[in-house]
């Protein structure tokens, strides 16, 4: 069974900095893509960041410059720094991955459980 375990959420007013982590578990044959999403009270969930298997990151326009997406493939982890947080960027942060399970055919999309941040002026 795969999972995704997010941490690092909280609380910090306007400016500050926050590090979400994200480890993914159980019987993985591969991880492609892994990234950040977010969902804001009543608003659908929106990308954030995306990182692939060798490197390569796509930042929405809104985080481009604040935010930094990093993976560790021998931990099959992901990371999110996210530095000049503003007001607008509270939301639940949820993890994603695109995973091909040991013994499965294809891939799927996994996602963690989400994770609250919120940032006050």
């Known amino acids: 069974q795969v999972q995704l375990v997010e941490s690092g959420g909280g609380r910090v007013q306007a400016g500050g900095s926050l590090r979400l982590s994200c480890a993914a578990s159980?019987?993985?044959?591969?991880?492609?893509?892994m990234g950040w999403y977010r969902q804001a009270p009543g608003k659908q969930r929106e990308p954030v960041t995306t990182?692939?298997?060798?490197?390569?990151?796509n930042y929405a326009d809104s985080v481009k410059g604040r935010f930094t997406i990093a993976r560790d493939n021998a931990k099959n982890s992901v990371y999110l720094q996210m530095n000049s947080l503003k007001p607008e960027d509270t939301a639940v942060y949820y993890c994603?991955?695109?995973?091909?399970?040991?013994?499965?055919?294809?891939?799927?999309?996994?996602w963690g459980q989400g994770t609250q941040v919120t940032v006050s002026s």
């Open positions: 994603n991955a695109k995973i091909r399970p040991t013994g499965f055919i294809k891939e799927y999309n996994f």
């Open positions: 159980g019987s993985i044959f591969s991880l492609k893509t």
């Open positions: 990182i692939t298997s060798d490197g390569s990151t």
